[in-house]
């Protein structure tokens, strides 16, 4: 079946490091990947997507790449912020579905 | 970007009670609607898939019975849990899909954790 498997967190960094948190996939077919972020209190809003494989989706400094050969789409950025602290959620979504498959999430603590 | 928002946002209640919960789509209509369960560090698990004038169709294995979805309005879904007992604590989030234009995004709400005693 499908599913989605993400590094287990917590994950500290200081402000200024460089992140990446890990998510590969298992699906039939050709799904969209996601990544959202959950603030605390708040809900699961959407950081970036890609459709197709080798696309990039970027926000926020964030990025990640549709890889289809290793079945990955991993999330970077270049230079965390305290503000960046959240939970990350890794998706998939399979074509002609509109229902999400989540990976387990990933804490993201970032020091000052 | 769209808002969808839950009530309660807690909610603690006695073994044997039901408790409903609410989920809203603030600033645009939503014709689905869909209800997710989450356990502590595990991932967010589609329940049911909500939709407005009609029954609800539920993921294997979620029982339909005891939760009873609701989707009276473009604007409304509410998930009461009935009878409920302690195995059923857990934190619940709806999300609301947005369709106008060229859009199709779903947006999530903030969760409800429900803890029974």
């Known amino acids: 079946g499908n599913s989605v498997t993400q590094m287990e967190g917590p994950v500290t960094l200081s402000e200024e490091a460089f992140l990446t948190i890990n998510c590969t996939y298992t699906a039939t077919g050709y799904p969209s990947l996601f990544w959202y972020v959950q603030y605390p209190g708040e809900g699961l809003q959407l950081l970036l997507k890609?459709?197709?494989?080798?696309d990039k989706g970027s926000n926020k400094g964030f990025e990640a790449t549709y890889r289809k050969e290793t079945t990955s789409f991993h999330l970077e950025k270049g230079s965390v912020q305290v503000s960046d602290s959240a939970v990350y959620f890794c998706?998939?979504?399979?074509?002609?579905?509109?229902?999400?498959?989540f990976g387990t999430g990933t804490r993201l603590k970032v020091l000052a | 970007g769209a808002v969808v928002s839950q009530h309660p946002s807690r909610v603690i209640c006695k073994s044997g009670t039901s408790v409903k919960i609410e989920c809203r789509s603030l600033?645009?209509?939503?014709?689905?609607m869909f209800w997710y369960r989450q356990f502590p560090k595990q991932s967010l698990m589609l329940m049911a898939t909500?939709?407005?004038?009609?029954?609800?169709?539920?993921e294997q294995g979620v029982e339909k019975d005891k939760f009873l979805i609701n989707h009276a309005s473009l604007t409304l879904s509410t998930l009461t849990v009935t009878s409920a007992h302690p195995e059923d604590s857990s934190f619940y989030i709806c999300s609301a899909r947005e369709t106008s234009g060229s859009t199709d995004t779903q947006y999530f709400g903030p969760g409800t954790r429900l803890t029974v005693l």
């Open positions: 600033d645009f209509q939503a014709t689905t």
């Open positions: 998706a998939l979504r399979t074509s002609g579905t509109y229902k999400y498959i």
């Open positions: 909500s939709n407005e004038g009609s029954k609800a169709t539920y």
């Open positions: 890609a459709t197709k494989a080798d």
